[in-house]
């Protein structure tokens, strides 16, 4: 998912562009605008953590796009991709991330990665409904 920060940055073409270069195909994209509800089903994880308000207001504050890439290892390559959740220190530490090109600190950090087969089968379910669990397996 590129957050508002990266849209309304005019990152997405630039970030197209890293995805498709590092083998990933674009399988379904979304650009939508996420309402606190959604929001906070989507964290819901997190609901209890002190950042979570203030993170739902953050992912509220513009459109977002939601994507469905595909590749061998897809889940770990693309967390690569986007480095340390921290843009701060994905600056330091991976300086050609994703994150690193656009994103702020904790909490803006410009991109989403699902981190593990089981979140990514959750979080592809929860933007495109039409996708079953079958289509998710098959991709290696
Ligand atoms: P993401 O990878 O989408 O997963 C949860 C998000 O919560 C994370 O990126 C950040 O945007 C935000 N986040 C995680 N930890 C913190 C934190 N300690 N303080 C503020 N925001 C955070």
């Known amino acids: 998912m ?3 920060d990266g849209v309304s940055g005019n990152y997405t073409e630039e970030i ?7 083998s990933f195909d674009i399988a379904k994209e979304m650009l939508t605008q996420l309402d606190k509800e959604t ?13 979570f308000p203030d993170l739902v207001t953050y992912m509220t504050s513009g459109p977002v796009l939601v994507m469905i890439l595909e590749k061998t290892n897809a889940v770990s390559d693309w ?9 701060q220190k994905a600056k330091i530490s991976h ?6 090109l656009c994103g702020t600190d904790l909490q803006r950090n410009c991109v989403h990665g699902s981190d593990s087969r089981s979140s990514a089968e959750r979080e592809i ?10 289509d998710i397996a098959s991709q290696h």
């Open 2 to 4: 590129i957050k508002p």
């Open 16 to 22: 197209k562009r890293i995805i498709v270069e590092a």
């Open 39 to 51: 929001a906070s089903a989507f964290y819901d994880e997190h609901s209890s953590r002190s950042f």
């Open 79 to 87: 967390r690569g991709l986007i480095g340390p959740t921290d843009a």
């Open 95 to 100: 300086p050609h991330s994703i994150r690193a």
């Open 125 to 134: 379910k929860f933007f495109f409904e039409d996708v079953v669990s079958g």
